[in-house]
Structures are given as C-alpha cells and as structure tokens.
C-alpha cells in the first residue's frame, strides 16, 4: 500500500464513539500519583466505576485530587487504567483516558459487551451475609470525635470493610456512620472494623452509609 492510501485510510478509519457509555457499579482500587510512597508501599484506596466509556470514567472515591492530576486504577473487569482527572466530583471524581487507539478499540468493544450482559454484579453468600451498599459514602468518628469521610466497601452485621485516608490500628476503636466497632483486620486497600453489637440487617445501610452532613443531623437529633 502507497503512503497516501495509508494516509486515506487513517483518515478513512471510524473514530471510537464515546457516546457508548456503560453505567455500574463495579469495584476496584486506585491512586494519585502524586501520593509519595511510604516503605516502598504505594497508598491505594478503595473505589468503584460509576461510569466508563471508551474516553472518560467516572469513579467513587475517598479521596480526590485537582484537575489535572494522574491517576491509575485498577479494576478486576477492565485491569489498569490511566489517566488524568478533569472533573472533581463531591465524593471521586471523572478522569480522562490514556491509552492508545487500539486500547481504546478494546475498551469500546468490552464496554459494548458488558452493556449487553449486565449481570456480572453477583451475590455473595458468606456466614453473615455481605452487602454492596449502593452508596458508598459515609463517615467514621475517632474517639477523640474527629470525623473523617470513609468509603464503604461491603458491610454485614457484625462487621464493615473500609477505605479512608486514615493510618489505624488493630484494636482501635471508632464508629461507622452509627454504629461502634474497632479495627480487627488490614486489607489491601482499607481495613475491617467488627461492630460492638450486631446490627439488624434490614437497618444496616441507614445505621452504616451516613455522609458527615446526615451523621451530623442525626447526632444533633438524637442529642
């Protein structure tokens, strides 16, 4: 092929459509790259995809950054992704997409198919049964009364896995949203808080998910 047929048919070739855009609720994990390491240990957090496309993806998190920040994710269902954040949002942010066409192409195609088959987000079944929450925001107070915003990763009745910037140690105690735990466990990201008393399962996510300005409301209520 002659260099201007080539030309033709770059110039030819369909550009990916970002208007396929895939609406979830997938999790996964991720970092500024800006956060220096510490021990040679990169920080990461606990996210979730609210929303991906071939350009841009929407995700829940903990902590954000400015516009203009890099970012990598990583997520069971896509694997590693880059780029760099153009919108902060109140609780994560949208990020921009680095990679190549071909990767692009691929993203398209896997978005495309999981559009298709939207029941990749499965049950688990565990001695205490774990839930998703479906919005992962909310808060944990510290002893001395420091509230610090968390991201929740599942939750049970006895129990919670979460993210926040926060150094904690086993046995520390601190309540999520409502209820009173301590820290039994460090996850990779996060950690797990086992509650003092079991909670109603039916009343879990209104004890649990309190965002800092509900959790302040309730408290003033119930003072």
Not at 13 to 39: A, F, I, Q
Not at 74 to 101: K, N, Y
Not at 123 to 139: F, G, H, L
Request: hydrophobic share 40%.
């Amino acid at each position: 092929m002659t260099e201007g047929k080539r030309a033709e048919a770059r110039i030819g070739r369909p550009r990916v459509d970002d208007r396929l855009r895939l609406m979830t609720n997938m999790p996964g994990r991720y970092h500024l790259e800006k956060w220096p390491s510490t021990n040679d240990k990169t920080p990461y957090f606990a996210c979730r995809v609210q929303r991906i496309s071939p350009m841009t993806m929407s995700i829940a998190a903990p902590i954000g950054g400015e516009i203009g920040d890099w970012v990598t994710a990583h997520f069971e269902e896509f694997g590693v992704l880059r780029g760099q954040i153009t919108r902060p949002m109140g609780f994560g942010f949208t990020m921009s997409l680095d990679m190549s066409e071909a990767e692009r192409e691929r993203l398209a195609a896997h978005v495309q198919w999981l559009e298709q088959h939207k029941n990749f987000e499965v049950s688990e079944n565990r001695r205490y049964r774990r839930i998703t929450p479906k919005d992962p925001q909310s808060t944990i107070i510290l002893a001395d009364g420091v509230m610090i915003d968390c991201f929740v990763i599942d939750i049970s009745m006895t129990g919670a896995a979460v993210s926040a910037d926060l150094e904690v140690t086993i046995g520390m105690p601190m309540a999520l949203g409502t209820v009173v735990g301590r820290v039994v466990r460090m996850l990779d990201p996060g950690f797990a808080i086992e509650f003092v008393t079991r909670v109603d399962f039916d009343s879990l996510e209104h004890k649990l998910i309190c965002p800092r300005s509900e959790l302040r409301r309730r408290l003033l209520e119930n003072a």
